[in-house]
């Protein structure tokens, strides 16, 4: 079974492409999971961190309290989707082809390998993911295009993704796209067949 995590960025909340992402998603013939970023949750929970001078802990936690609360709010965008906390969850949802919209504060707040860092947002959560349920492929869905051909580091290093992404992804070892908005006419025809569309990610390290 192909499974496909979805990683939903921020800069996608209200713009008309949210919705028709999501609806293009759902034309996935396999599994799939979509991870949150932040949305616009998360400019105020780094803005209360620098506020009140909070460690990396305390910072993490509130980071991803404001992806679960994106999460919450795709789901109320597109109804039909399961929102799952648990990895328990996340399989029972895989397993019954269930469209799962992934709230990961839980999980990532009891993970042993994602420290609490500033560099580490919802790009490298989502890796995480899709290496932790040997997904079939990762999906970055931005509100920017990339070029081609693309490499984890050049997005890394033009902001695209956060620091630790390259890593990250050279560790879950998934194929990856990233698309744009010039994606958006074909992806919901694409997906319907199994591909992916946007760019693929040639490498995970390097130029």
């Known amino acids: 079974m192909s499974l496909l995590v979805a990683r939903i960025g921020d ?4 713009t008309p492409h949210l919705k028709f992402w999501l609806d293009a998603l759902a034309a996935w013939p396999g599994a799939l999971v979509i991870a949150p ?10 803005e209360a961190a620098q506020a ?3 460690n990396a802990v305390a910072a993490q936690r509130i980071a991803l309290m404001a ?3 994106y999460a919450f709010a ?5 109804p039909s989707p399961v929102i799952v ?12 082809r269930r469209i799962a919209i992934w ?22 959560i989502a890796a995480w993911l899709a290496g932790r349920l040997g997904a079939t492929y990762l999906l970055l869905i931005e509100d920017a295009d990339p070029p081609t051909p693309v490499s984890t580091a050049w997005l890394a290093r033009r902001a695209m993704v956060d620091a630790r992404f390259p890593d990250f992804a ?10 744009g908005p010039d994606a958006c006419l074909e992806a919901e025809g694409m997906l319907a067949t199994g591909k992916l569309p946007g760019a693929r990610v040639t490498a995970m390290r390097g130029a």
């Open 52 to 54: 009140m001078e909070l």
């Open 74 to 78: 795709l789901a109320a965008v597109r």
């Open 11 to 14: 800069g996608l909340a209200g």
């Open 67 to 69: 992806m679960d609360q």
């Open 103 to 124: 709230a990961p504060a839980r999980m990532v707040a009891a993970a042993t390998d994602i420290p609490a860092a500033s560099e580490i947002s919802s790009d490298s």
């Open 37 to 46: 970023g932040s949305g616009p949750f998360g400019a105020a929970a780094r």
């Open 85 to 96: 906390e648990s990895e328990s969850e996340l399989r029972a949802a895989i397993e019954a």
């Open 170 to 179: 050279a560790v879950a070892g998934r194929p990856i796209w990233i698309a």
